[in-house]
């Protein structure tokens, strides 16, 4: 078990399958950080787009879906989602791509220590 705090991974997306799975797998391969977990924000895609991406992330991956009621709600069922499980999230989008090593532990430190920052935009 880590050390650091658990952070949840919360990806929106949207039926854009390819870029979604991208966007997983450069993160799992780029993101120093030791305790992550994911939740998929999906807006009514169908199972054959949240199976790909729910089998991406792995065992204890979290869905919700705002079943084509918008962005903004698939945002909010997901943020809900994460904060269920874990004080930090890292919001992603489904066309979003780490390409290159990036530790997310000073974001992570830097939000525990400091009571004035209350988000880290990447």
Known sequence: ???WPPVVALLITYKRTDC???TIRGVKRNLGYE???WHVADDGSG???TGALL???GQ???LSDAKRSGVGKSMNLGMEA???RADLVLWLE???ELQQPFDLRPCVQLLQEDNDVGMVRL
């Open 47 to 49: 199972p054959e787009h």
């Open 94 to 96: 489904d066309d979003w």
């Open 35 to 37: 305790n992550l977990s």
């Open 60 to 62: 204890g991956t979290t």
């Open 55 to 57: 089998a991406e992330c």
């Open 20 to 22: 979604a799975l991208r």
């Open 1 to 3: 078990m880590s050390d």
């Open 82 to 84: 994460a904060l269920r």
